[in-house]
């Protein structure tokens, strides 16, 4: 199905795009809000850039976007992939349970806040450029991967990394030691990229990027010391 969404209210793309089973392509979009909330089984194509919330609540749909995200974009998502071919705005994923969302460019502010993990349901966030403040506030599980693509001669995170965090892990493709961490969150050299390369590699088959030489960077990883007491609270004790 094809739906040309220009002037159309969202409440009224909402209704076609769950009203129909097939896969979609959307185009023309430009400031919907809350496209795929919810949806399950269909790959949507949205051509323009979608408003905020695009797939909040997303349950095993696969959704690629030809522009740029906004903010809350997989906002709790339960499964599924998200791909943008653009930058995002603020707090991506926040909350994410379950699914990949992969970011061609830059994301903004809060990126990763509140995730988490249960078991096999490990959320994943890549994003190919540099990434705002407060990146993996409170995080709980799940893993981050910032590429810094395009910021290869200065940090490529913003003020406030890992605010909070106790859970999960952060990776950072960078010539720099990440550094003004919380105190309860260590840094290490990667010298196992047996977890990191998959998420590289896949995020290459979306973007014209190579991931082998990706991967032959220094790479560091944040996580939540021993000395963070809400790492022994939480509910995965794998983490």
Known sequence: MEIDAKGMHFSELDRLVKGNENDIIINNVMGQRYIAAGAKGKRIVINGIPGNALGAYLNDCFIEVNGNGQDALGDTMNAGTIVIHGNCG???????????IFIEGYAGYRVGIHMKQYGS?????VVGGSAGAYLGEYQAGGIIVVLGIGSEDRKCLGDFTATGMHGGKIYVRSRFVPEDLPPQVDVHKVTDKSELAPLVREFCTYFPYDADILL??????????DACIYKTMYCNRSI
């Not at 349901?121 to 966030?125: A, L, N, T």
């Open 90 to 100: 603020d707090t991506t994923g926040y909350g994410m349970r379950d699914g990949k």
């Open 216 to 225: 032959s960077h220094d790479y560091f990883v944040l996580s939540p010391s």
């Open 121 to 125: 349901h490990i959320p994943k966030i």
